[in-house]
């Protein structure tokens, strides 16, 4: 017969191993703090994880007043703000009705997205799964002549939809970022965010970023605030898509377009290079306010997305015909002024 003296000490040995198990748990579970973000105390918002402050991504997001888009199939959390907020497929529907027509038009094309269109000359909208607009191209046919320096290709290919011919796309989110698959990422306007991967962690099925790693990542710092006993951080926004932003991601805007262009009606400044190409609209700041294609009128049919009324060909610049301009956010661009 076991001595009870023995039996009770396992039972006590059971006890104990339940009780850091339990203890285990819960540290494994986190800790919240308040913690303070370029000025905004955040109640319960720092999760404290091993010796580390984690935050939720979304909610950096929100300080910073703009829009965060977890893409599960690319695994990259999207951080957009000032006019990368309105790059999201619904909102750049909302904004060009017109674009209510347009369908997808092929799978995941890595490095650059779903591409979104309709039948005939138009201006290509292309995403990633999730939405996050990814760029603007217009499709040229082979037959409308050879290859431009400032095309995707030097030889004719299959385009979306149907046909052979040329692209041209401006990209405003860096290719890299659109590919299936690999390590959780986190983009910043586009652009992706440099950090350990330990930086970047899953807790309850919300995605948080190591506070100290985010705020140096993005141009910024963290400090401690020991009155009120609050880490606290200072995180700068991605930088907005103006000219200088999309040149970097579009070596072709540097040498070959050029501007102002008188390209069509409505309000902007465009740039755009000297052929078929899709022309970037920028206001006075060179902040862009869209992007557009110009269409010789004998060489497209009038198409219900065309900035003209059908059977109305104006002159644009010059070429006699349609354009097809694309806005980011409704306003004075659309309405005949700057």
């Given amino acids: 017969m076991r001595p009870r003296l023995a039996v009770a000490w396992v039972v006590w040995g059971l006890v104990a191993v339940a009780l850091v198990g339990a203890a285990a748990a819960q540290e494994a579970q986190g800790v919240f703090v308040d913690v303070r973000i370029n000025g905004h105390v955040l109640p319960r918002a720092g999760l404290l994880y091993g010796d580390r402050t984690y935050v939720r991504i979304a909610d950096v997001a929100s300080v910073l007043e703009g829009r965060f888009v977890y893409d599960p199939d690319l695994r990259v959390a999207f951080v957009n703000t000032g006019r990368y907020a309105a790059l999201q497929w619904e909102e750049l529907v909302r904004v060009n009705p017109k674009l209510r027509s347009y369908q997808p038009m092929s799978p995941l094309i890595e490095g650059k997205g779903v591409h979104y269109g309709a039948p005939g000359t138009h201006l290509t909208v292309v995403t990633t799964p999730a939405g996050v607009i990814t760029g603007f191209q217009l499709a040229v046919s082979a037959a409308q002549g050879s290859a431009l320096p400032w095309f995707d290709q030097a030889e004719p290919g299959p385009l979306p939809g149907s046909g052979t011919g040329y692209t041209h796309t401006l990209q405003i989110v860096h290719p890299e970022l659109i590919r299936l698959g690999g390590p959780t990422e986190i983009a910043w306007n586009g652009l ?118 059908e059977g109305e060909p104006q002159p644009i610049g010059e070429t006699t015909g349609y354009s097809q301009t694309i806005y980011l956010s409704p306003g004075p661009s659309q309405g005949g002024g700057t």
């Fill in 192 to 309: 992706p965010l440099r950090m350990a991967p330990s930086a970047i962690l899953w807790f309850e099925g919300e995605l948080y970023v190591r506070l100290r790693d985010l705020a140096v990542a993005s141009g910024g710092g963290v400090g401690w605030d020991p009155a009120a006993r609050i880490a606290s951080a200072k995180v700068v926004p991605g930088t907005d898509l103006d000219l200088d932003k999309l040149a970097s991601l579009n070596p072709e805007i540097t040498a070959h377009f050029k501007g102002p262009l008188v390209r069509a009606p409505g309000g902007g400044i465009r740039y755009g290079a000297d052929g078929p190409s899709v022309v970037v609209v920028v206001n006075e700041g060179r902040l862009v306010e869209g992007f557009e294609i110009v269409v010789r009128g004998e060489a497209s049919a009038w198409r219900p997305w065309f900035d003209q009324a």
